[in-house]
């Protein structure tokens, strides 16, 4: 990913060497910047030069084919002559849109905490422009931030959802609906494992019983009891036929006239206006 980075012009770490360990794992070694990151800069300290910096080194990246996926300000570097943007680990080559436009949403997002919405928005117009800036609005969500940035953004008090209505203003275009994103969570994880041995569970049971099995159950079932049973589930629609007739306005029948379900006839032409009384 670094080469092609590299090859593409984007404003990627330097690539050192790679290789493979004992293990199989696979090495990589980038040079070491000895420089700040956005997130040990005030918003007075980071200077317009160094915003549209930013913008730069992610449309180079974009153009290079890649996208970062994993924009947070302890991943922007800032050099004297440019910005980097460093740990393409979760990095993704030839991205779709949507995953350009998640990229710019945690830049725009990133900068916003940095230096606040106003100046991050007019940084990010005065680099993309209105069209690429606009097709980041459904992606600003919490779901689309790393979880770092997420914390950022919440202990500088940066509202995602006012940040999307600004930028929506800003571009004069319509928030819309948000792009449906769902992250792996602790939660879903525990989801899926309950799910899997409760399915396990179940199937290891059900193997033991077979058609066998079955007809030897019946066999010594008690048949008044099951005629009993079936006699009393007939009378839930009873009940399902009383409280339909309390709720409904109009007239309701339980004879043959009426369906399993019970309808209701009512009658759809206007009620007769009574007569006056006579004077």
Same mark, same amino acid.
């Given at each position: 990913?670094?080469?092609?980075?590299?090859?593409?012009?984007?404003?990627?770490?330097? $690539?050192? &060497?790679?290789?493979? &360990?004992?293990?199989?794992?696979? $090495?990589?070694?980038?040079?070491?910047?000895? @420089?700040?990151?956005?997130?040990?800069?005030?918003?007075?300290?980071?200077?317009?030069?160094?915003? *549209?910096?930013?913008?730069?080194?992610?449309?180079?990246?974009?153009?290079?084919?890649?996208?970062?996926?994993?924009?947070?300000?302890?991943?922007?570097?800032?050099? =004297?002559?440019?910005?980097?943007?460093?740990?393409?680990?979760?990095?993704?080559?030839?991205?779709?849109?949507?995953?350009?436009?998640? =990229? /710019?949403?945690?830049?725009? /997002?990133?900068?916003? /905490?940095?230096?606040? *919405?106003?100046?991050?928005?007019?940084?990010?117009? &005065?680099?993309? &422009?209105?069209?690429?800036?606009?097709?980041?609005?459904?992606?600003?969500?919490?779901?689309?931030?790393?979880?770092?940035?997420?914390?950022?953004?919440?202990?500088?008090?940066?509202?995602?959802?006012?940040?999307? @209505?600004?930028?929506?203003?800003?571009?004069?275009?319509?928030?819309?609906?948000?792009?449906?994103?769902?992250? /792996?969570?602790?939660?879903?994880?525990?989801?899926?494992? $309950?799910?899997?041995?409760? @399915?396990?569970?179940?199937?290891?049971?059900?193997?033991?019983?077979?058609?066998?099995?079955?007809?030897?159950?019946? !066999?010594?079932?008690?048949?008044?009891?099951?005629? @009993?049973?079936?006699?009393?589930?007939?009378l839930t629609n009873i009940g399902e036929y009383v409280a $339909?007739?309390?709720? !409904?306005?109009?007239?309701?029948?339980?004879?043959?006239?009426?369906?399993?379900?019970?309808?209701?006839?009512?009658?759809?032409?206007?009620?007769?206006?009574?007569?006056?009384?006579?004077?």
């Amino acid at each position: 990913m670094l080469l092609e980075g590299e090859r593409g012009g984007a404003s990627v770490p330097d $690539l050192i &060497g790679w290789g493979r &360990g004992d293990s199989g794992d696979a $090495l990589v070694v980038t040079a070491r910047f000895d @420089a700040p990151r956005l997130q040990d800069l005030g918003n007075e300290e980071v200077t317009e030069r160094q915003l *549209a910096q930013c913008w730069e080194a992610l449309t180079r990246l974009h153009e290079a084919g890649i996208a970062h996926r994993a924009i947070d300000r302890l991943r922007i570097v800032v050099l =004297d002559e440019r910005v980097v943007l460093d740990d393409l680990s979760s990095a993704l080559n030839t991205p779709d849109e949507i995953t350009q436009a998640s =990229d /710019v949403a945690q830049m725009l /997002v990133a900068t916003a /905490v940095a230096v606040g *919405a106003d100046r991050a928005i007019q940084a990010a117009l &005065g680099s993309v &422009g209105d069209e690429r800036l606009a097709s980041a609005v459904p992606l600003l969500q919490r779901a689309a931030l790393p979880a770092s940035l997420q914390r950022d953004a919440k202990d500088e008090g940066v509202k995602i959802k006012d940040l999307r @209505a600004a930028v929506a203003e800003a571009t004069e275009s319509d928030e819309g609906e948000l792009v449906q994103l769902a992250r /792996v969570t602790t939660r879903n994880l525990v989801m899926v494992v $309950l799910t899997v041995v409760a @399915a396990n569970a179940l199937i290891s049971a059900l193997a033991d019983i077979g058609f066998d099995t079955i007809v030897d159950e019946l !066999s010594n079932a008690s048949w008044e009891w099951v005629l @009993a049973a079936l006699i009393l589930a007939q009378l839930t629609n009873i009940g399902e036929y009383v409280a $339909l007739r309390g709720w !409904s306005t109009a007239r309701c029948h339980s004879g043959r006239r009426s369906s399993s379900a019970m309808r209701c006839r009512s009658s759809r032409s206007p009620s007769r206006p009574r007569p006056a009384p006579s004077q």
